[in-house]
């Protein structure tokens, strides 16, 4: 669970303390927080299968960093401050810009959807 604390309140670029959210894992609603852990938790999983099916060491690390790497583009997407881009009809994820900034009406992303990157740019 990611529980640790955000940056002080008047850091800059972070001015969503002033309305609840002061741990990372305030981010995310308890949908998205539960689908993320449990993509977490398959890619810890994989990686052990693939060692325990005699796979090179190696090998199980690069496909396990690039999961990785996916889950961390959909923790950007699927967070409770991703906003709806209506122009390019797409998700801003919640690090579009440098800063952390209050999102009223957010956008929800079914990370079990075909090709949810594509409609996540």
Same mark, same amino acid.
């Given at each position: !669970? ?66 990785? !790497? ?31 900034? !209050? ?19």
């Amino acid at each position: !669970m990611p529980d640790e604390p955000l940056p002080p309140e008047d850091t800059l670029g972070f001015r969503v303390q002033r309305y609840g959210l002061t741990q990372w894992g305030d981010l995310f609603n308890a949908r998205q927080k539960l689908a993320l852990l449990t993509f977490a938790a398959k890619v810890r999983e994989a990686h052990q299968t693939m060692l325990a099916e005699g796979l090179a060491p190696e090998f199980a690390q690069a496909v396990t960093t690039y999961l990785a !790497m996916c889950l961390n583009r959909l923790s950007d997407k699927c967070s409770s401050l991703a906003r709806w881009h209506v122009t390019g009809e797409i998700v801003s994820g919640t690090f579009s810009r440098q800063a952390l900034p !209050m999102v009223w009406d957010y956008f929800e992303l079914s990370p079990l959807i075909p090709n949810w990157c594509d409609h996540a740019a």
